[in-house]
């Protein structure tokens, strides 16, 4: 999440409290996946209040927080979501990414993780995270499905 559905920047105010800034456009990228039939999860290494909320707002109901080991959650998702592990993309930023982005079928890089994130996957997107990044990895997965011509159609 951090560093992916934003810019990895936390916000800490005098309080104590913590905000993100998160890309709305992304939001949409997120729920045209859901729409088009697409599961949609999240694991990711921090709780986080604001992670809370965004994942409601959107109705994201496979959320992982506070996981130390992205890879030992992935059973976990299989058997939630029937589906196989080849049939997942991952999205990651940095060094707690690469053990799940070993085991799945599609592992992406925002255009500004870490250097061995990046060797390590299949793919970078051109936009950095919180700044687009998931939109066009939401679109490239429609495109590759053969559902993005009937979602433009939509608009």
């Known amino acids: 999440m951090d560093g992916v559905l934003t810019?990895?920047?936390i916000i800490y105010n005098d309080h104590g409290i913590e905000t993100k800034i998160f890309n709305v456009k992304d939001g949409l990228g997120i729920r045209l996946l859901m729409e088009a039939g697409i599961k949609v999860g999240i694991i990711t290494g921090r709780r986080s209040g604001a992670l809370t909320h965004r994942c409601n707002n959107l109705n994201i109901s496979l959320v992982f927080d506070g996981i130390k080991d992205k890879a030992a959650v992935l059973n976990s998702v299989l058997d939630m979501t029937g589906i196989s592990a080849k049939e997942?993309?991952?999205v990651g930023d940095?060094?707690?990414?690469?053990?799940l982005m070993k085991i799945i079928g599609v592992?992406?890089?925002v255009a500004d993780a870490h250097e061995i994130v990046r060797e390590k996957s299949d793919m970078i997107t051109s936009a950095t995270g919180g700044a687009g990044a998931v939109r066009e990895v939401c679109e490239l997965i429609l495109k590759a499905k053969g559902r993005w011509e009937e979602i433009l159609e939509r608009f």
């Open 107 to 109: 592992s992406i890089a």
């Open 7 to 9: 810019d990895g920047g």
């Open 88 to 90: 997942i993309a991952f």
């Open 94 to 99: 940095d060094l707690p990414d690469l053990s």
